[in-house]
Nanobody, 121 residues
Framework: QVQVVESGGGLVQPGGSLRLSCTALGVPGSNHFVAWYRQNTTNGRDQREQRELVAQINYDGTKEYAAAVTGRFTIFRNNDKKTTRLQMNMVKPEDTAVYYC?????????WGQGTQVTVSS
């Protein structure tokens, strides 16, 4: 059974930094597509289709970022350890959201439960 676990969320001041970590326990395969999504749940509902893609690492190792975070966030991956990290720098209040880790291996998707990031002074 695969379990995807995120950590590192919390409260950070505008302009500060935060690092999110994620481990996919039991995920099969040796190469994975990984990504971080986020969703602002001010309406109290979690609808997966409303999640915003923040950053991804493709199977070939190339990285892609949403325009809103380019130059501020960096995504990392370790296939051997089945982990991914999201380094968030120069955070803004609009970065406030629940952040979700995502793995895809052999075509199968695996989601974490999410970790809250709040940017506020």
């Amino acid at each position: 059974q695969v379990q995807v676990v995120e950590s590192g969320g919390g409260l950070v001041q505008p302009g500060g930094s935060l690092r999110l970590s994620c481990t996919a326990l039991g995920v099969p395969g040796s190469n994975h597509f990984v990504a971080w999504y986020r969703q602002n749940t001010t309406n109290g509902r979690d609808q997966r289709e409303q999640r915003e893609l923040v950053a991804q690492i493709n199977y070939d190792g190339t990285k892609e970022y949403a325009a809103a975070v380019t130059g501020r966030f960096t995504i990392f991956r370790n296939n051997d350890k089945k982990t991914t990290r999201l380094q968030m720098n120069m955070v803004k209040p609009e970065d406030t959201a629940v952040y979700y880790c995502f793995f895809r291996s052999a075509g199968n998707p695996y989601w974490g439960q999410g970790t809250q990031v709040t940017v506020s002074s």
